[in-house]
């Protein structure tokens, strides 16, 4: 088993920037690809970002292209989602979650979850 816990979130200005971290318990934390998400109120869960297991591969949605940047460190067993030029309608909650494989946007190929933390993005 997996334990996420996200940390970064805040309140921001249109055009500022947020650094959302990740940070997984387990010894196995390089066997999964790690996803970010992010819901907004009265919205469905939608992918963010994804990276594979040893960070050589990222994927990201369009609407954060150019935007975002994922990277992990193993090591410390954390993935980082450095977000630059954010936008009101970035506004969120952020999560991240595992996946066993490389790839997947469907919310549902994911097995373990954290508890979020709150992006808000003023204009």
């Known amino acids: 088993q997996v334990q996420l816990v996200e940390s970064g979130g805040g309140l921001v200005q249109d055009g500022d920037s947020l650094r959302l971290s990740c940070t997984a318990s387990?010894?196995?934390?390089?066997?999964?690809?790690v996803g970010w998400f992010r819901q907004a109120p009265g919205k469905e869960r939608e992918f963010v970002a994804i990276?594979?297991?040893?960070?050589?591969?990222?994927s990201y949605a369009d609407s954060v292209m150019g935007r975002f940047t994922l990277s992990r460190d193993n090591a410390k067993n954390t993935v980082i989602l450095q977000m630059n030029s954010l936008k009101p309608e970035d506004t969120a909650v952020y999560y991240c979650?595992?996946?066993?494989?490389?790839?997947?946007?469907?919310?549902?190929?994911?097995?373990?979850w954290g508890q979020g933390t709150q992006v808000t993005v003023s204009s």
């Open positions: 990276i594979s297991r040893y960070g050589d591969a990222t």
């Open positions: 979650a595992v996946c066993s494989n490389y790839g997947y946007r469907s919310s549902r190929k994911y097995d373990y």
């Open positions: 387990g010894r196995t934390f390089s066997s999964y690809a």
